[in-house]
């Protein structure tokens, strides 16, 4: 299930990082949003389930995580909201998150991707948190291009290795 999740979250990642390189209807960029928020919601309630270790609830953890980050982008593209604020300190928690479980899994004996994938997504929320609530505005010039970038090297591409049976 987390490469299913990971494969949509890196379609996601990738659309919402081209929509400011390009004209995308925001209607649409919300639904799709909102589809892949519960795709992924949906899977983390099985992987939550099956969770035996610190490791799988990690992984369950992320989905989670996931999940709210495309609810709160589908909610501040159907409110038309211009305050971010929300996004970004739900930025600085998964972040905080992302690191503690990049340790976990580094000093707990974890699959190495995982402390590379934990990495890749602290630094996407980091990203997130200082453009969305420091700045001015919720998109900075270099956003689009980590958004673009981190959804192919970090949830798409994995996310097919593991489908593929390469990784996990």
Same mark, same amino acid.
């Given at each position: ?6 494969? /949509?979250?890196? %379609?996601? #990642?990738?659309?919402?990082?081209? =929509?400011?390189?390009?004209?995308? &209807?925001?209607?649409?960029? $919300? ?55 929300? /996004?970004?300190? %739900?930025? #600085?928690?998964?972040?905080?998150? =992302?690191?503690?479980?990049?340790? &976990?899994?580094?000093?707990? $004996? ?59």
């Amino acid at each position: 299930m987390l490469g299913v999740n990971l494969v /949509f979250a890196g %379609f996601a #990642l990738a659309l919402n990082g081209l =929509s400011y390189l390009m004209s995308v &209807d925001d209607r649409v960029k $919300g639904v799709i949003n909102l589809l892949v928020g519960l795709i992924i919601a949906v899977n983390a309630v099985f992987q939550t389930a099956l969770a035996s270790d610190h490791i799988s609830f990690g992984f369950a953890a992320a989905m989670w995580m996931f999940a709210l980050n495309y609810f709160i982008i589908a909610a501040h593209i159907f409110f038309k909201s211009e305050n971010w604020k929300a /996004f970004g300190l %739900f930025s #600085l928690f998964a972040s905080t998150v =992302s690191f503690v479980f990049a340790g &976990d899994v580094l000093f707990g $004996g974890g699959p190495a991707v995982m402390v590379y994938l934990w990495l890749m997504w602290a630094v996407l929320w980091l990203q997130s948190f200082g453009a969305l609530l420091l700045g001015s505005k919720p998109i900075n010039k270099l956003s689009p291009y980590v958004l673009i970038t981190n959804g192919i090297a970090s949830t798409f591409v994995p996310g097919l290795l593991i489908l593929l049976g390469v990784i996990l």
